[in-house]
């Protein structure tokens, strides 16, 4: 076990439903990653945070947006959902220091259905 | 062009099996490669990470980095059932800021 945790497990929503999802990094860590994996697919980035503050962002909509708290969790948030954002969404926490990240440690992920 | 290539297998082998799995890439600014193993319905398990090139061992795991051929491997030592997932490479450039993944390939060990 990594010591990140996801929640919910599981999430059914309707499309242009909002939906927000919750990670807490692993202790020792400060900052949290958000991928998307689809069904068959790798990981893709969607964003990084770090010191509360977006530090990377894949070729992702606005749409997708997150927050990172004082604590080092953090929430993904999805606007106006599409059929295609049904995916498993995992958060990774790991430890950067002096602008320079480590090893990405995920949580059991999140799945979401659009129906 | 992807960044990253894995083949998406399936790969089936027989209990016992050296086992070999393999990622191309494209941008020779990775430093530093994972292999993950994610079992069906859980999150990516990091098995090992090397930086830049050469070998690492890890009791039945090898991982092998060659920049010059943009290309890196794992291999499985006498692989056992419960090695049956898909397996995730992954490669980041020196800050770690990003994570970028191949596909998976997914290995099945018959007993």
């Known amino acids: 076990e990594t010591g990140v945790t996801q929640s919910p497990t599981h999430l059914i929503k309707t499309r242009g439903q909002q939906v927000t999802l919750r990670c807490s990094s692993q202790?020792?860590?400060?900052?949290v990653s958000w991928y998307q994996q689809a069904l068959g697919q790798g990981p893709q980035f969607i964003f990084q945070y770090y010191r509360e503050e977006e530090n990377g962002r894949g070729n992702f909509p606005p749409r997708f947006s997150g927050l990172q708290f004082p604590n080092y969790s953090s929430e993904l948030n999805v606007n106006a959902l599409e059929l295609d954002d049904s995916a498993l969404y995992l958060c990774?926490?790991?430890?950067?220091?002096?602008?320079?990240?480590?090893?990405?440690?995920f949580g059991a992920g999140t799945r979401l259905s659009v129906l | 062009q992807k960044e990253v290539e894995q083949d998406p297998g399936p790969l089936s082998v027989p209990e016992g099996a050296i086992v070999s799995l393999n990622c191309t890439y494209s941008n020779s600014a990775f430093q530093y490669f994972m292999w993950y193993r994610q079992y069906s319905r859980k999150g990516p398990e990091l098995l090992m990470y090397?930086?830049?090139?050469g070998n690492k061992e890890d009791g039945r795991f090898t991982a092998q980095v060659d920049k010059s051929s943009k290309y890196i491997s794992l291999f499985i030592r006498d692989s056992q059932p419960s090695d049956s997932a898909t397996y995730l490479c992954a490669m980041s450039i020196y800050n770690f800021n990003k994570f970028y993944f191949g596909s998976g390939t997914k290995l099945n060990v018959k007993p």
């Open positions: 090397t930086y830049s090139s």
């Open positions: 202790s020792g860590h400060n900052t």
């Open positions: 990774a926490s790991s430890f950067t220091s002096g602008g320079v990240g480590n090893i990405q440690y």
